[in-house]
């Protein structure tokens, strides 16, 4: 079964450093997801592509998160400065079209666990 | 956006039916609802999806009244590997805080 890959599974860095996160989603799974998840709490959406393209990030803090997915395949999520409160579960899925809104499934990975000392 | 309410945390033994009930009193009329389920250090994974009345796949049950303004996710016989957190989501990219639910022996 085609999975959703991330890289690394865990990073340690000390604030004020930069961390970059990576994300295969499913092959021609045109929809890619970030997400972050505070301990305790559900995942939070913080940023969409539909192919290339940014659907929204209006929940992605801009001064220090960044992502890209340059060539709508596979994306980077990176963060500069990190911050000690950026110690979280980040999670990547996919979704075939991302145009069936509601009714479409997302296919998460296994996520990357920051811890920011 | 709809907003989900769920009971935080809920407790079963091994063989037990448990049912999940999630109130979203908002839901709009194109709105499905949609439950995850998620292990610790893993992300969600698809459980299921329904719109109105009785939705059954080989994991679970989902019951949606009339109204749509709520729904119960049944898991027939758990075992220990369901422990998790249910996630109801009635807005796709919306996750709240979920239900914990701890099955014993």
């Known amino acids: 079964e085609a999975e959703v890959a991330q890289s690394p599974r865990y990073k340690i860095t000390e604030k004020s450093q930069a961390v970059a996160f990576w994300c295969d989603p499913i092959?021609?799974?045109?929809?890619l997801y970030w997400y972050r998840q505070i301990l305790g709490q559900g995942p939070e959406l913080l940023v969409q592509?539909?192919?290339?393209?940014?659907?929204?990030d209006s929940q992605l803090p801009k001064d220090r998160f960044s992502a890209e997915r340059l060539k709508g395949v596979d994306s980077t999520l990176k963060i500069q400065p990190a911050e000690l409160g950026d110690s979280a579960m980040y999670l990547c899925?996919?979704?075939?079209?991302?145009?069936?809104?509601?009714?479409?499934?997302?296919?998460f990975g296994p996520g990357t666990r920051l811890l920011v000392l | 956006l709809a907003k989900t309410t769920q009971p935080i945390s809920m407790d079963s033994y091994e063989g037990q039916e448990v049912n999940i009930t999630c109130s979203h009193n908002?839901?709009?009329?194109?709105?499905?609802i949609t439950w995850y389920q998620q292990f610790p250090s893993q992300g969600p994974r698809f459980i299921i999806q329904?719109?109105?009345t009785k939705v059954t796949n080989e994991v679970a049950s989902l019951f949606i009244p009339a109204d749509r303004k709520s729904s119960t996710l049944s898991l027939p016989r758990v075992s220990l590997s369901d422990t998790a957190v249910y996630y109801c989501?009635?807005?796709?990219?919306?996750f709240g805080k979920g239900t914990m639910l701890l099955v014993s022996p």
């Open positions: 908002n839901i709009a009329t194109n709105d499905y």
């Open positions: 899925a996919s979704s075939l079209t991302g145009l069936a809104g509601d009714k479409e499934t997302q296919y």
């Open positions: 092959s021609g799974h045109a929809t």
């Open positions: 989501l009635v807005t796709t990219l919306t």
């Open positions: 592509f539909q192919d290339e393209s940014v659907v929204d």
């Open positions: 329904g719109y109105k």
